[in-house]
């Protein structure tokens, strides 16, 4: 889960240490996550009980994520966001955003959009928290309210060769199957050879009937490593065994 070390440098009050608590102070918390998850998570609620404040909390929000309680995680972000005055917009954007990615990880994509909404008004000019709403509403099957993020975004960073793929996917599901070719033209004369956009482009050119243009696209996506190179694998696979490839 991408962010979640942001708020380590969000300059949080500093805290009395805490007399009876497991952990003291939020760089101690931290590290216990990064061992001990379960114990840094009670520790953290020892010192959020005994004044520990944004820090404690923050911190139980990273433990509970590393114990795979998305929800719980996500939740306490939420709060924390909404609840503390002395932050600026920046800070509480990254909280949201924060919880937002939370929610994604426990496949609630519906929280997840309302987490990264709040999180874009905060900070509408941040191009990562566009893009993680996008993927929130391509989760929910909203493609045009994908497309719109991910056409905001690039208006911002025209470069991005990774979200003209998203948006390329995006209007493909609503039928804009011209502007889709045209996402993945730019984004492959950005990036030549560019694993994501080989597989979308494959995926166009097999629902097109191409399946010899496909298999030539995936074979080169495949070539590589990462998530796009294991999708492209699977389409091979598929193709071999007369299955339909992957959306």
Known sequence: MKKFSLLACLALVPLPAAANGTVTDYAQ???????????????????????????????RALALTALKRYAEAAHTLDDLARGRDFMDNLKRAALYDQAGNAWMLAGMAN?????????????????DML?????????????????????????KDQNRADLLVLRASARWAVGRKADAATDIVRALALYPDYPAALVERGMMKYSAGDT???????????????AAADAARRNLEAMGTEQKPAQ
């Open 212 to 226: 010899e243009g496909a298999r030539k696209d995936w074979k080169k996506a495949a070539s590589g490593t990462g």
């Open 111 to 127: 929280n997840a959009a309302q987490s990264f909404s709040a999180a874009i008004a905060q900070s509408p000019n941040d191009v």
């Open 131 to 155: 893009v993680d709403r996008a993927r929130a509403r391509a989760m929910l099957k909203d493609w045009s309210g994908a497309d719109a993020d991910l056409g905001s975004a690039l208006l």
């Open 29 to 59: 918390c931290v590290a216990l996550v990064q061992t001990n998850p379960a114990q840094a998570e009670a520790g953290a609620r020892v010192w959020q009980n005994e004044d520990g404040g944004a820090a404690a909390i923050h911190c």
